[in-house]
């Protein structure tokens, strides 16, 4: 579009929304606090109306199924989250990642329409606790322990540790800092990442070990064992949360589904 037409759209938005979205200066246009805020939902309204022609054309073609919009934390893939599809088959998934905390914002906010993350918040009507899985350990294919039965938190407690940054996880970071102080040490952090891919990665390639929820174990990873932690205990949180008031109704359902599927991997 032309600089003319531009103007005037955005004059009639800020007309219709009774709010400035931009600063006009000499050489410069600088957007105000409400552009800002605007700007994210404007996105968003974007994403949908370009999804319309891809709805439309599943309507034609009798496969339409509804939408959903699935949030998962990091160390829910891809395992965790392909129990979830397979349990949300009757609808047409778009999934996304990010730290638990993102993820709990994006759904008040209404951008995602369930999520699978690793905090719990007993107070909330609209989030369940599917299972509890143990932790694992993470080592190199090629260091002397990937053939041992299990580990104690004693073997590793002078070893490199590669771990989740607090601010990203903090569920996680304090299970693995407890393991460690109840054994009257502390860790020994080489890096603190924030996706278990980045942790894995610098596991293969031998900077450190790194101690895992046991469903990332169900996946083959390039240079990584997983080893059993001897005195672990279902402690790792996997919940189930929905948009405020459940408004689909997937709580019970996706609950159910992925606690079944848990207890069929020997994870709860």
């Known amino acids: ?8 759209a955005v004059a009639a938005l800020e007309r219709q929304l009774d709010q400035r979205l931009f600063e006009r200066r000499a050489r410069e246009i600088i957007p105000t606090a409400a552009a800002d805020t605007l700007y994210p939902e404007a996105l968003e ?13 599943e309507t034609r073609g009798g496969q339409y199924r509804p939408r959903l919009r699935l949030g998962a934390a990091s160390s829910a893939f891809p395992a965790i989250v392909r129990g979830a599809v397979e349990a949300l088959d009757e609808y047409s998934l778009i999934v ?3 730290a638990s905390a993102q993820l709990a914002q994006a759904l ?5 329409d369930a999520c699978l993350i690793r905090e719990f918040d007993s107070s909330r009507p609209d989030e369940r606790v599917a299972f509890r899985e143990r932790l694992v350990v993470a080592v190199p294919n090629t260091h002397q322990w990937a053939d ?14 590669i771990t989740f940054s607090r601010e ?14 109840e054994a009257g040490s502390s860790m020994n952090v080489v890096a603190n990442l924030s996706t278990e891919q980045a942790i894995l990665g610098l596991v293969g390639a031998g900077v450190g070990i790194s101690i895992v929820p046991q469903s990332v174990s169900l996946e083959s990873w390039g240079g990584v064992t997983f080893v059993p932690l001897a005195e672990s205990y279902p402690t ?9 008031g459940d408004p689909l109704e997937l ?9 079944s599927w848990a207890q069929g991997r020997g994870l709860s």
Not at 108 to 112: E, R, S
Not at 236 to 244: M, Q
């Open 168 to 181: 990203n996880a903090p569920i996680a970071f304090d299970l693995v800092a407890s393991l460690f102080l």
């Open 251 to 259: 709580l019970d359902s996706l609950t159910v589904a992925l606690a």
């Open 236 to 244: 790792y949180p996997l919940t189930v949360r929905t948009a405020p």
């Open 148 to 161: 041992l039965a299990s580990l104690t938190i004693a073997d590793i407690l002078e070893h490199p540790v």
């Open 96 to 98: 996304s990642d990010g």
């Open 1 to 8: 579009m032309q600089q003319s037409p531009v103007s005037q």
């Open 45 to 57: 309204l974007h994403r949908r109306a370009s999804s319309l022609p891809q709805l439309f054309a």
């Open 108 to 112: 008040d906010t209404g951008d995602i």
